[in-house]
């Protein structure tokens, strides 16, 4: 796709509404035979007619110069890079096999020697990443700020070449003030990871971000749930930046537009292994965004690798729990919830 074509697919994609943009940017009818839903291309490799003479230079779908090898780039993933560029208004989109890939591409940004100021809480897999690989790899030094904090200031991020952000994060729900923190080293390369936002609700790049980062999407009856589990003797506190109670919830409001995600954080009162093993409609799995609802431990599953007294510093303690809010009957899941918070409490610890 030339400048001008990526500039004019950009403009369009801008004049849209989120929902008609996510159905018609990437999913434009088939240049070749007017197919309405775009062909899925199980080609590893391209012919070229010539030596760097590649096939889909003109391809609305594609990005470059054109197909040589599937590694790079193919019709089908160039329709879906378009439609996540979209959704975020962005000028181009890359798509990978899974949101760690895609994490670790953004780490090629840099060079050894190089300092990356990361909010202090970060998805288990991204802190793995960074202490096992980015560090002692590629010799980039990673420091760790609560950017939540009113006390930041430009000094704690003027070295940085790159600033990591999550809002909110994983799996505390922290809000930062992206606009405020991009604006404090506007040389280094700000990355948002919108995972739990989604681009429904936030959209990083309108706030001074460089890139943003996502893995999953989801719609779902959050804030009845959150609302529902403030008031019940089974759990000690929620987290949810639909509620007033959040301790960032005016900022949410602000920086997010018209909802608040899918996951809820819970810290349970009673016995947090029978409440994990007395659900029935949310299962026990890693992920989230999904229609199915989903439950995770992090102390033992997504933030299992990170050290115990760091685990303990941000407040991921072992009564924790996250909710991935499906698309279920509301009535079920309250139902489920209720059942499995009573059977808590009346279980002994363990």
């Known amino acids: 796709m030339s400048s001008s074509d990526a500039a004019a697919a950009l403009s369009m994609a801008r004049s849209l509404r989120l929902g008609t943009s996510l159905i018609h940017v990437g999913s434009e009818p088939d240049p070749h035979t007017g197919a309405v839903v775009p062909p899925i291309s199980l080609s590893t490799t391209f012919a070229q007619p010539s030596v760097g003479d590649l096939p889909g230079k003109s391809d609305p779908s594609s990005y470059g110069a054109g197909y040589d090898y599937s590694r790079s780039t193919n019709p089908t993933r160039g329709s879906l890079e378009r439609c996540l560029a979209a959704s975020e208004g962005a000028a181009h989109g890359v798509g990978f ?20 100021v990361a909010m202090d809480e970060v998805y288990g897999g991204t802190q793995r990443l960074l202490s096992k690989v980015v ?20 000094s704690d991020v003027a070295d940085a070449a790159m600033i990591w952000l999550e809002s909110p994060t994983n799996p505390c729900l922290k809000i930062t003030d992206i606009a405020r923190i991009a604006s404090l080293n506007p040389n280094a390369i700000t990355v948002v990871d919108n995972t739990f936002s989604t681009p429904y609700f936030q959209n990083p790049l309108e ?4 890139v943003v980062v996502h893995s999953n ?9 959150a609302s529902f589990l403030e008031s019940h003797a089974g759990v000690s506190s929620v987290l949810y930046p639909g509620l007033s109670s ?14 608040f995600g ?12 029978t409440f994990l093993s007395s659900l029935k409609v949310f299962v026990i799995a890693e992920g989230l965004g999904a229609v199915e609802s989903l439950v995770g431990w992090p102390a033992g ?16 303690d072992d009564n924790l729990v996250r909710l991935s809010v499906g698309l279920e009957s509301i009535d079920d899941l309250l139902q489920d919830l209720d059942s499995a918070l009573n059977a808590s409490l009346a279980a002994p610890k363990s």
Not at 207 to 210: N, S, V, W, Y
Not at 217 to 225: P, T
Not at 307 to 312: G, M, S, V
């Open 135 to 154: 560090t002692p790899l590629n010799g980039i030094e990673v420091t760790y700020v609560d950017f939540t904090a009113a006390s930041v200031s430009a």
């Open 246 to 259: 959040h301790p960032q919830h005016a900022l949410a409001k602000a920086q997010m537009k018209g909802g």
């Open 217 to 225: 999407y989801g719609a779902a009856n959050a804030m009845s749930v």
């Open 97 to 116: 096999s899974s949101g760690v890939a895609a994490i670790s591409a953004c780490m090629g940004l840099l060079s050894p020697g190089d300092k990356i």
């Open 301 to 316: 599953m997504s933030h299992h690798g990170v050290p115990p007294e760091t685990r303990k510093e941000l407040g991921i």
């Open 262 to 273: 899918t996951v809820v954080t819970v810290y349970v009162a009673g016995d947090t292994r």
């Open 207 to 210: 706030l001074g971000a460089t």
